[in-house]
């Protein structure tokens, strides 16, 4: 059972564009939010998070909308740039227990 | 300080063998977890270390799986016998006690090519 579903799959975005990637979930136990970043070779690293106690947060170009009442949530990225181009992840999980990821989505930004 | 380490990098072994992969923790961390990608797909929850106990190891897939935490520090993960449908990236990753929310920090990943 997939308890956090995560779209597109794969995203190609003109540089200075926004990229937006989806995520909804079903577990409404979950307190936790965080969108991890991959690149190739290397280990998803935490690039910004969010609780369910407010609907918006925003970290440079990097913005997470959480709509608390549709289960879903959602990572923006303005001016996207060729140096984002990774795969992103979005997760859930509540206290100390474990993540739970969407599928990855693999963005690419070209000139 | 350093991050979560994870040994050997890349492994390369015959269905039928066994593999052992280590997780040194962030120092400090009494949370370690295992998580697996295969293929692409999502990255899956395999066991949860609380110090040296096994706090959730719902997510092993089998009985040829062996994870284990020695004295709370890092951790050894151990395919025996490994089979073809072994194959992806295990990653390692830590995370203080604590609020709801601490960063959960992850390794680079130990590829594992079962063939």
């Known amino acids: 059972q997939q308890q956090v579903k995560q779209s597109p799959q794969s995203l190609i975005v003109q540089k200075g564009g926004i990229s937006i990637i989806n995520c909804a979930y079903e577990?409404?136990?979950?307190?936790?939010f965080p969108w991890y970043q991959q690149f190739p070779g290397k280990g998803p690293a935490l690039l910004i998070a969010?609780?369910?106690?407010?609907s918006e947060k925003k970290e440079g170009r990097f913005t997470i909308s959480f709509n608390k009442s549709a289960k879903q949530f959602s990572l923006h990225i303005m001016d996207s740039q060729p140096g984002d181009s990774a795969t992103y992840f979005c997760?859930?999980?509540?206290?100390?227990?474990?993540?739970?990821f969407g599928t990855g989505t693999r963005l690419t930004i070209i000139p | 300080e350093a991050g979560v380490t994870q040994f050997p990098s890349h492994s390369v072994i015959e269905k039928g063998q066994t593999v052992t992969l280590r997780c040194d923790p962030i120092?400090?961390?009494?949370?370690l977890y295992w998580y697996r990608r295969v293929m692409g797909k999502e990255i899956k929850f395999l066991l949860h270390?609380?110090?040296?106990?096994?706090?959730?190891e719902s997510g092993m897939p089998n009985n040829r799986f062996l994870a284990e935490r020695t004295g709370g520090t890092y951790s050894t993960l151990k395919v025996q016998p490994a089979e073809l449908e072994d194959s992806g990236v295990y990653f390692c990753?830590?995370?203080?006690?604590?609020?709801?929310?601490?960063?959960?920090?992850f390794g680079e990943g130990s590829w594992l090519t079962v063939v």
């Open positions: 120092s400090g961390h009494d949370n």
């Open positions: 969010i609780r369910p106690d407010v």
């Open positions: 270390f609380v110090k040296e106990s096994k706090q959730d």
């Open positions: 577990n409404t136990a979950f307190d936790y």
């Open positions: 997760a859930a999980n509540f206290g100390n227990e474990k993540l739970t």
């Open positions: 990753a830590s995370s203080p006690l604590g609020r709801s929310g601490n960063t959960i920090y």
